[in-house]
């Protein structure tokens, strides 16, 4: 369900060429994960799909773009999520809660690489029985090139 629902919101969005012409779209292409942006002029929202090895997680992302230059963004924000996984000895669910700090670096007008820090709060549940489960903090490392479409990011306006 949570599958239809992300590829529903990604094709709603690529289908409205207003946004796409507006500026703030873009696909990201991240170790693990996919993901869709739209940024406004401060702020900007992401959808993301992560999957490895039996684990799949489905986040939303908040972002406050603090900072801003010709080439470089600097942003903060939350994430939440939801993670089902399936693997060899354990099948489950849970969640997932993250602050992050970042930046965007501008190659051009249409690509960039984003890298950010997270300290993860995560929290999973056995399906089989409930009364197992893992819960705590990591930190996560995202790294991820950005194809961009449209017009006027903050890095387009140095290289149009």
């Given at each position: 369900m949570?599958?239809?629902?992300f590829l529903i919101f990604i094709l709603l969005l690529l289908s409205?060429?207003?946004?796409?012409?507006?500026?703030?779209?873009?696909?990201g292409l991240g170790?693990?994960?996919?993901?869709?942006?739209?940024?406004?002029?401060?702020?900007?929202?992401?959808?993301?799909?992560v999957t490895e090895s039996g684990v799949k997680a489905y986040s939303g992302r908040g972002?406050?773009?603090y900072y801003s230059s010709d080439q470089l963004k600097g942003f903060t924000g939350l994430e939440g999520g939801y993670i089902n996984f399936d693997t060899l000895e354990t099948k489950g669910t849970?969640?997932?809660g993250a602050v992050f700090l970042g930046g965007e670096y501008f190659m051009n007008k249409w690509l960039s690489v984003l890298l950010d820090l997270a300290p993860t709060y995560m929290s999973l549940k056995h399906d089989a029985d409930?009364?197992?489960?893992?819960?705590?903090f990591d930190l996560v490392v995202?790294?991820?090139?950005?194809?961009?479409?449209?017009?006027?990011?903050?890095?387009?306006k140095k290289n149009e």
């Open positions: 949570k599958k239809v629902i409205m060429p207003s946004i796409g012409l507006a500026g703030g779209l873009s696909i170790y693990p994960y996919v993901s869709i942006k739209y940024d406004f002029p401060v702020m900007a929202i992401e959808g993301r799909f972002y406050w773009n849970g969640y997932e409930s009364s197992v489960s893992v819960q705590g995202n790294i991820a090139l950005y194809v961009h479409f449209g017009g006027n990011t903050e890095g387009d």
